[in-house]
């Protein structure tokens, strides 16, 4: 059997149920006009930590024994996955170690230490700092989660789709930004239960192609990670939601980094909400298949808001013509 299944989301919200609301959906008539679709907006980055990474966090933490939980966690992560795993370790008081790139967003190590969470700031990417996660791992007996490879976590980031597709049963299209590919593989996975004629659309960076790359070549590469799009940056394909894409995804687009910060402003023009980049790349793919998408029902997730320093500054500047 598959390591992620429609049961599997499903138990996930019931561990989810008592922990987190359902996040809101809307659509606002300005940005349908502008995309020329009838746009329903999943705003993920009103989550708790910011991000839908905290579904995954709290799932995981909650199928965990006693003994594990005091024991405790490391992982490595550019930010958000960092935050989820904090929250999740305070909310089951669990000893939390993050290892992440010497230039995470420095918001994101704020609040992950204001969490409770031991944050190290190692690598230059997110491979250098899995290196160090992985010997902590090994030195302390921690348990290494993965942010791509654990069923749990996609499980738990699955239950964003399951609220999308209950609230608007008769969707054309959702369109999921992706860096490990947990969000997108766990779309395919309760798309298919609940909505199998629902495209499922991905989007990375074209400057951080890696999991976009991985899926076209059908195996997991590697490729620089250049975008400012942190959530995006992951310099890599994982396997199991490679796989998991490969058995449903419809489409996978690739999108500049400038169309994202268009779409950042769009975002707080049209739909009055702070999305970081990887938050906006869903519009930003959108506006990019305008033609192809016209007339249809599109949800997008915005599925964080943890805009960096720079990202902020940018909202304030005049619109570049897409
Ligand atoms: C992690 C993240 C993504 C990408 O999700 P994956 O499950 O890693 O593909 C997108 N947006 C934000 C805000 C993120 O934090």
Request: proline share 6%.
């Amino acid at each position: 059997m598959e390591a992620v299944t429609i049961n599997h989301v499903m138990q996930a919200r019931r561990s989810l149920a008592p922990r987190l609301p359902v996040t809101p959906m809307w659509s606002y008539p300005a940005l349908n006009a502008e995309t020329g679709a009838s746009v329903q907006v999943k705003h993920e980055n009103v989550q708790p930590v910011g991000a839908f990474k905290v579904r995954g966090g709290l799932h995981l933490l909650a199928g965990m024994t006693d003994a594990e939980r005091a024991r405790g966690v490391v992982t490595y992560s550019t930010g958000n996955h960092a935050q989820s795993l904090a929250y999740a370790s305070a909310a089951f008081d669990a000893p939390c170690v993050l290892v992440m790139p010497a230039g995470a967003n420095p918001a994101k190590v704020r609040a992950a230490r204001a969490l409770g969470a031991e944050v190290l700031l190692h690598g230059a990417d997110l491979a250098g700092a899995q290196q160090e996660a992985e010997r902590i791992a090994a030195s302390r007996e921690l348990r290494l989660v993965s942010p791509g490879e654990t069923p749990e976590l996609i499980a738990g980031v699955g239950t964003a789709y399951l609220e999308i597709l209950e609230a608007v049963p008769d969707l054309d299209a959702m369109i999921v930004p992706v860096g490990s590919g947990t969000g997108a593989a766990a779309a395919v996975v309760v798309a298919r239960a609940l909505a199998p004629g629902c495209r499922v659309i991905a989007v990375q960076s074209s400057a951080s192609p890696a999991a976009h790359d991985s899926w076209r070549a059908g195996r997991c590469l590697r490729r620089p990670d250049r975008t400012s799009a942190e959530g995006l940056a992951t310099g890599r394909g994982f396997e199991l939601p490679q796989r998991l894409m490969r058995s449903g995804l419809a489409d996978f687009r690739l999108v500049s980094d400038e169309a994202i910060g268009a779409a950042q402003r769009l975002l707080a023009s049209h739909a009055h909400t702070l999305a970081e980049g990887a938050g906006a790349a869903a519009l930003a793919a959108l506006l990019a298949m305008r033609a192809e998408l016209a007339g249809q029902t599109v949800a997008i997730v915005c599925s964080g808001g943890n805009a960096n320093p720079a990202e902020l500054a940018a909202l304030g500047a005049p619109a570049t013509p897409a």
